[in-house]
């Protein structure tokens, strides 16, 4: 987006990225650095973020930090705050939720456990993370943007994902509501409907099910997570200052 515009998206803004070890949340990290963020990524893996973090030195100052967070828990999510909070002397001017797990399974073989696992981190996970980080945001007065990621499944179904989906459908409604909450503080808050992105979490797909997707794919082709990770840097930046509640399609066309 840069080089077409001719100027950064996201200069001097400091953002927080949840699931950056990984998939979407990696290319969020890598694209928002380029675009002049200072990235904090979280991840429950601590190795996989540190390594995303390391990626990015020499993009803009350098001062890009790694924390290890489990987004189901407020503990760690007040962790996180904490070390922004030391690290910057303020809150994320923007936050990015893309953490999320699948446990997979056709609802009779699903597990309660499996169920309450996907739940927790997907859909508490991005609660939490609203919540503190939001409230945060408020006390000292940043007018940011918080950028919370759902799924197509989540407005479709799909078979075999029905904690997948409820988690993802409960994203979308928790960000309609957050976002009438915060629209007094100044704080925009979207979410993104990913389709199916070539991402380690899709790469569990049986190629027999990938070829039956891809033909319902007007674009006919599974996306890049670069193509997701633009659509929430113009979220996160300026340039969408009147735009909150909205629930952006990223999907080649797709309506399974």
Sequence with gaps: MSATVGRLLLP?????VTGAGSGLGRAICKCFAQEGATVIGGDVNKTAVDEVIS????????KHLSVAVDVSSSEDVQSALNRTMEAFSKPADAVVNSAGITRDNLLFQMSEEDFDKVLSVNLKGTFLVNKI?????????????????SSIVAKNGNIGQSNYAASKAGVLALSSTVAKELARHGIRVNSIIPGFIDTPMTEAVPDKVKDRI?????????GRPEEIAEVAAFLASDRSSYMTGAAVDVTGGLNL
């Design 214 to 222: 891809i033909p319902a794919i007007p674009l006919r082709r599974f």
């Design 133 to 149: 980080f939001g409230e945060a945001m408020v006390w000292h007065g940043i007018q940011g943007s918080i950028v919370n990621i």
């Design 12 to 16: 001097g803004k400091v953002v927080f």
């Design 55 to 62: 990626s990015l030195r020499g993009m803009d100052n350098g």
